[in-house]
């Protein structure tokens, strides 16, 4: 695969996914307005609005590789005659306010998620909680959009000198990779590494049971008690997402250019898709103890288990394999 | 540790030109780790009082889980000190470590026993499991940092 990473293809791909944080959280966040308008118990409790808070979570992961490979994309137009390095700052620096947003609001809408599989009610104070900061995160997310489009359509501003320019709604990458290597910082990339790995045997260890317990060990367990854990995976993936951006804004070559970065991000979706399963799906909530176990429940678990392998081999191995560091 | 050093097992895992030299321990070890904390994890958060509706008996197995990835994080870490001997045995992050785990090893003894000694099914947790449960947590996490920041320092 990796005569597929080169600077065009990485573009392409970033503009085709720059569509999940624009058009994809326009139609989640609709949704969400439609089900708190809306008179009907079914679409509060049952049908739309645990489905715009999924949508939303699926957008909130998905926009996690619209980040990466807009660096990546960076790297491929920098020496472009006509690109302007500050509007590509200014594009980032904005994405990356609405990104850290977003997340927020995706981890809001799947705390929403998780109450719902308990009690079949949504709280209002996570819904107004996920409206909020999904609408900031909207509208912070038009902003980068819009400054990123002005990279290569100059065309598309109303003063083309305004290229380049800072918003005021962004959070600055320069500062994140400051802070993370810069001078008299040694001590936080080493912190951060330990966090990260702490991070990833809190949600490790307990997405292992839980799974198992669906493939048919711990079978004296009834699943919804270990569904009481899911907050402390979710706990321990955020810990993993803070520290693992930090690395990548702090070094991005180290990352964009070596395969074994993008089949960790490709396993790192699908961990995040099985999360979604263990929260909401029903056949697993039904899970007594004792209860008999369907084939498609252990084809999903080792599936799920192989792939949680696969991030943590392919996190190991950048070093090694590839050309990164 | 110079003779050690020298020797050719420890040339070889530390500068043969393949992943499944030192890349490779160096993954596995982790991958024991993952095990390992993990299982402790959960088996702490329970005793803690998070998801007080899973049943306790049942969740033993997960003590033969660390011990057999501790066995195979052993085995890894001799290979890995094996490796770099000098810079590892003049560490003070290292023995550190040594020490959080030579402390710990005997507390998920205790802790074992604390749960389960009376009875193949606890209903209750007692004060003294919970603390044990407690200090065994932190003691893995100090664990983890140390043999992390060792990577770097």
Redesign the interface.
Known sequence: MSELITPGNLSHLHLLLNHFPTVGLTVAFALLIVSILSDSEAMKHDTMRPTALGVLFAIAVMTLPVFTTGLAAEGAIEKLPGVSKAAMDAHENSALLAFVVLELAGASAWFGLWRWRRTRRIPPGITILTFVLSAVSLGLMTIAASIGGGIRHPEILADPSTAGAQSVFSMSAAGVAFFVNGRGHQWV???L??AH??G???W???L??ANLRLMGW?????Y???H??LP?ALLGFGVNEVSGMMFYIATPKGYTTNVVFYWKLIFLLIAAADLLYLTVWPQAWRTE?GTPVHVRERVIGAAALATF?AV??CG??LP??GNSF | MTALHDSAFSTWIREAETVWAFPTVLTVHTFGMMLLVGCAWVMDLRLLGVGRTIPIGPLRPLFRIMWFAFWINLATGVLLFIADPERKATSMLFWSKMLLILINLPLIKRLERAVFGNTSAPTVVSGGARQLAAVSAALWAGTIFAGRLLGYM
């Not at chain 1, 711990?218 to 009834?222: K, Q």
């Open positions: 990339w080493p912190t590494e330990s790995f702490v990833m045997t809190l490790f260890g307990i292992l049971i711990f079978t004296a367990i009834p919804p008690s270990l009481r854990l402390w103890a392998v943590m081999y190991r191995m090694f394999l």
